[in-house]
């Protein structure tokens, strides 16, 4: 198969009277002799700006880019930008999201752990709830839903004197099991997701699915529209995704979120902020037109015109012991993926629509996502948010999974054999709606298995 042929099979309609004719081989195989090919080798296939954009828009694209990547600290001492706290989770949104590049998900190196004061730090890191060779992770409890941010501003450099709040109890909420963990999702392609309409994604919910796959929309407790952002798919927009996110992981007030969060929903004393509430507004006097608009749009600005990861269809060399990929086991890869039933969630593209940016009007978004929730069993974390239950969540997109370090919404490993796995607990979870895919899976040659693995690494 060429890559021209492949990259047609991405976006091309999947019928499933056809996928209902295709044969497996029945047999369950436990002793898994197939290898995750590991992180695609090479210069990362994400970073760039969409092709098409505009230069006014890639002016702006770069300006967002410079405040995504910016450090925030207690004072702005050293050329940072003041204001972060009085809670936290990390100093800048490059920090979480970094690999293979810039707006990317967590790095192999947790930031971290030399970011919180060092006695916050050390208390983290003797719960298990970070690590240096770990993923960026966020706290929430499933008793409130809520995140709980890691850091507080007592200790950091520059911070106020007269504050002395406290840090969740973690250990207590670690010892009655009401902890789970999220780690930061990727943002490449992210203005094609928000380019596709809502009826677009309204009619991917209406196909009929095999295999007890169903799935749904999440929907804004506001207008009602479909949301899409986020693990399960709550957030509507890149605008409230940025603004939302600048606050509850840097504390930073924003023309979104104006409000610090304190903990638990009790605000901390006034004390202990740096600055004023909407510390984060238009720069109304900027000196360019790039620069005027608040970080939070900036930073949406970036995501907008961030283009989505390239697939390397051709082959590639994988970093677990150099693997060699050829294009023949991914379109094998692709052919299976298909067959087995993975498709039904992780549809291989969804068209944009109308929109006024010509980078981002009626393309093609190759995905592999319906960007709908569903229940995943034993998988899920026990929190809702908005019309996605506790045991639901949004269709991860694959595309840059060649290049992505911890898998699942909570960063537990790096294998994809383990991560396929845990879709329905190797196949005997009933609850999962993936259930039956995952059981087709495993029914399969480990040729097949194995051309799987090497067709996801190489989206």
């Known amino acids: ?17 056809v996928i209902l004719t295709v044969p497996i081989v029945m047999g369950m195989s436990r002793a898994w002799a197939q290898t995750d090919p590991g992180i695609r080798t090479g210069a990362p296939a994400a970073g760039a700006v969409v092709s098409g954009a505009s230069s006014n828009e890639s002016k702006f694209f770069s300006a967002g880019k410079d405040a995504f990547s910016e450090v925030q600290t207690a004072d702005g001492a050293g050329g940072t930008e003041a204001g972060l706290g009085p809670r936290f989770n990390l100093n800048s949104c490059a920090g979480c999201h970094a690999f293979p590049a810039v707006g990317g998900a967590s790095p192999a190196a947790n930031p971290q752990v030399s970011v919180g004061p ?22 929430r409890f499933k008793s409130d839903g ?20 406290l840090q969740p109890d973690f250990s207590g909420h670690l010892s009655s099991k009401d902890v789970v963990f999220r780690i930061p999702t990727p943002t490449f392609g992210s203005g094609l997701i928000e ?35 986020g693990w399960k798919a709550q957030n509507k927009s890149l605008v409230i995704f940025s603004g939302e996110a600048y606050n509850v992981e840097q504390g930073v007030t924003n023309e979104v979120f104006p409000d610090d969060r304190g903990e638990a929903g009790n605000p901390d004393p006034p004390g202990c902020r740096t600055q004023g509430n909407d510390q984060d507004h238009t720069n109304f006097d ?12 900036g930073f949406s600005n970036f995501m907008r015109f961030l283009a989505p990861p390239q697939p390397a269809i051709a082959g590639y060399t994988g970093s677990n012991r150099n693997v060699s990929v050829g294009s023949a086991s991914i379109a094998n890869g692709l052919a299976v993926f298909t067959a087995v039933g993975c498709i039904a969630c992780h549809l291989a593209a969804m068209p944009t629509g109308r929109h006024s940016s010509p980078a981002l009007s009626n393309k093609v978004a190759a995905l592999f996502s319906d960007l709908l929730v569903h229940n995943m069993g034993s998988l899920g974390d026990g929190i809702s948010q908005g019309s996605a239950g506790p045991n639901e969540f949004r269709t991860a997109p694959l595309w840059g999974l ?27 979870d009933s609850s999962s709606e993936a259930q039956q895919v995952i059981q087709r899976f495993n029914a399969r040659g480990r040729q097949d298995q194995q051309d799987v693995l090497n067709f996801l690494r190489s989206l």
Do not use: Y
Not at 1 to 17: G, S
Not at 118 to 139: D, F, K, Y
Not at 286 to 297: A, H, K, L, Q, R
């Open 118 to 139: 060092a006695s916050q730090v050390n208390l983290l890191t003797s719960l298990g709830i970070i690590s240096a060779s770990g993923p960026v992770r966020e706290v």
């Open 195 to 229: 380019a596709i309409p809502d009826s677009t994604i309204l009619a991917a919910a209406a196909i009929p699915k095999p295999f007890g796959i169903r799935g749904h929309v999440n929907r804004n407790g506001n207008d009602g529209t479909v949301t899409r952002f």
């Open 286 to 297: 900027s000196g360019s037109p790039e620069n005027t608009p608040s970080d939070v749009v």
């Open 1 to 17: 198969m060429t890559a021209i042929h492949l990259r047609e099979a991405f976006t091309a309609r999947v019928t499933w009277a």
């Open 146 to 165: 809520g995140v709980h941010d890691l850091f507080t501003i007592v200790g950091v450099p520059g911070g106020p004197s007269n504050c002395s709040i």
């Open 402 to 428: 060649g290049q992505r370090i911890f898998l699942l919404h909570d960063g537990r490993t790096k294998d994809l054999m383990e991560a396929i796995q845990a879709h329905a607990n190797g196949g005997s």
